[in-house]
Nanobody
């Protein structure tokens, strides 16, 4: 089992940047693919980005390609989401999640992620 704690959310103006972090407990962090999801009020929780257990492969939603970067440091049990050129439509609660498995590519399916953090609010003002 793994416990996840997100940090780094906040209020930023459009065009600005934020870096989210997700610290994981446990010794088996490298056995998990990691994902970032977001949920805006009244909307579904959707995938933003995912990274394989090794960090060698990533997935991005079309809406964030070229603006967001996911990375991980297995020695620190931490996954990051660097968000640049933020837009008001990026406003949401952002969740970190873990999916057990060492597949070559990270899964983008929400139901594959068994462990979730509590979420961190990101608000982008226009």
């Amino acid at each position: 089992q793994v416990q996840l704690v997100e940090s780094g959310g906040g209020l930023v103006q459009a065009g600005g940047s934020l870096r989210l972090s997700c610290a994981a407990s446990g010794r088996t962090f490298s056995s998990y693919a990691m994902g970032w999801f977001r949920q805006a009020p009244g909307k579904e929780r959707d995938i933003v980005a995912a990274i394989s257990w090794s960090g060698g492969n990533t997935y991005y939603a079309d809406s964030v390609k070229g603006r967001f970067t996911i990375s991980r440091d297995n020695a620190k049990n931490t996954v990051y989401l660097q968000m640049n050129s933020l837009k008001p439509e990026d406003t949401a609660v952002y969740y970190c999640a873990a999916a057990l498995g060492r597949s070559y590519y990270p899964t983008s399916l929400r139901n594959d992620y068994a462990y979730w953090g509590q979420g961190t609010q990101v608000t982008v003002s226009s």
